[in-house]
């Protein structure tokens, strides 16, 4: 069974920095992507950063572009998303989901595992 599961999320001050984990067990990651997404209640879901687990390759929405960082840590199974500068806009809760080879990475339709959600609060 597929889990991931986000840990990190909680409160800061606008300019400060959080770093999101998510754990991801029960499929060969190594061939599938990680996103991270995030949501404003009433608001669309929206893409963050992905990154493609057997090569490396990343990519970071505008909003969040110089500062917020996608990576992965092979050994462990763990995707993360490092944000720095966080603004009061950046509030919302943040979603890790994975992949399968060769889908569209842009529209979350295409993530078929999601975790449960970790709340960041930016206040101003």
């Known amino acids: 069974q597929v889990q991931l599961v986000e840990s990190g ?7 400060g920095s959080l770093r999101l984990s998510c754990a991801a067990s029960g499929r060969t990651f190594s061939r599938y992507a990680m996103g991270w997404f995030r949501q404003i ?31 992965r840590d092979n050994a462990k199974n763990t995707a993360y998303l490092q944000m720095n ?31 449960q959600g970790t709340q960041v609060t930016v206040s101003s």
Request: aromatic content about 14%; some cysteine; proline content about 6%.
């Open 85 to 115: 500068s966080l603004k009061p806009e950046d509030t919302a809760v943040y979603y890790c989901a994975s992949a399968p080879p060769g889908r569209w990475l842009q529209d979350g339709k295409n993530y078929d595992y999601w975790g």
């Open 9 to 15: 999320g909680g409160l800061v001050q606008a300019g």
């Open 41 to 71: 209640p009433g608001q669309e879901r929206e893409l963050v950063a992905f990154i493609i687990w057997s090569t490396g390759n990343t990519y970071h929405a505008d909003s969040v572009r110089g500062r917020f960082t996608i990576s």
